[in-house]
């Protein structure tokens, strides 16, 4: 599976933004989806997931409330919705996928696919 993000960008705090990673290859409904995300000098960060057939979510108590992710079969996309950012959002993040996985790993090392990752800078 090839997963290519996009949409970051320089934005202020409380604007929206949206991310979508497109997937190329072997891509099934049994895949689960994330997105992580990470700051210099800090661990990679959980912070939403969902099968890829849309269903059973699982979102970061962080960003609950203010982003949403979601997925298009049709367009073979993922995405993710956010609202109310913050400076403490900025980061690179990643979308990921596992096989056969539970949208409840929250780990960055139970996903088998990552995306090049893009930056999402939020100003005070």
């Known amino acids: 599976v090839q997963l290519q993000a996009s949409g970051g960008g320089l934005v202020q705090a409380g604007a929206s933004l949206r991310l979508s990673c497109a997937a190329s290859?072997?891509?099934?409904?049994?895949?689960?989806m994330a997105w992580f995300r990470q700051t210099p000098g800090k661990e990679r960060e959980f912070v939403a997931a969902?099968?890829?057939?849309?269903?059973?979510?699982n979102v970061a108590d962080s960003v609950k409330g203010r982003f949403t992710i979601s997925t298009s079969i049709a367009k073979n996309t993922l995405y993710l919705q956010m609202n109310s950012l913050k400076p403490e959002d900025t980061a690179v993040y990643f979308c990921?996928?596992?096989?056969?996985?539970?949208?409840?790993?929250?780990?960055?090392?139970?996903?088998?696919?990552w995306g090049q990752g893009t930056l999402v800078t939020v100003s005070s």
């Open positions: 990921v996928a596992r096989s056969g996985g539970s949208t409840r790993a929250r780990q960055a090392y139970e996903y088998n696919y």
């Open positions: 290859g072997r891509t099934s409904n049994n895949y689960a």
């Open positions: 969902i099968k890829w057939t849309g269903s059973l979510t």
